[in-house]
């Protein structure tokens, strides 16, 4: 059964950073693209930053050079750096796969963790 738990947010001032942790059950690390989410206030989800299996990382416009997504699969564990935070990264950020389709679109799993919550004040 796959399962994801997101945690490390909390509130900090612009400029700051915060790490996010997602533990993971039922998913083969080094053999899946994962991914971190997050959803704004009154947006919908959107895709942040992904880890290939080979370990290759992509990342949102709206975070290069400021987050750093990585992962530990021995603890079965993806992790989000993030530096640099603005008020536009306010969003509950969620972890989850990120696959590639055939007809070259991404899917997730159908299963959502709780999130976590990351607020950054001005």
């Known amino acids: 059964q796959v399962q994801f738990v997101e945690s490390g947010g909390g509130l900090v001032q612009g400029g700051g950073s915060l790490r996010l942790s997602c533990l993971t059950s039922?998913?083969?690390?080094?053999?899946?693209?994962m991914a971190w989410y997050r959803q704004g206030p009154g947006k919908q989800r959107e895709w942040v930053a992904a880890i290939a299996p080979g370990g290759v990382t992509t990342y949102a416009d709206s975070v290069k050079g400021r987050f750093t997504i990585s992962r530990d699969a021995a603890k079965n564990a993806v992790y989000l750096q993030m530096n640099s935070l603005e008020p536009e990264d306010t969003a509950v950020y969620y972890c989850n796969t990120r696959k590639r389709t055939a007809a070259g679109g991404y899917v997730t799993e159908d299963y959502w963790g709780q999130g976590t919550q990351v607020t950054i004040s001005s």
């Open positions: 039922g998913i083969t690390l080094r053999a899946t693209r």
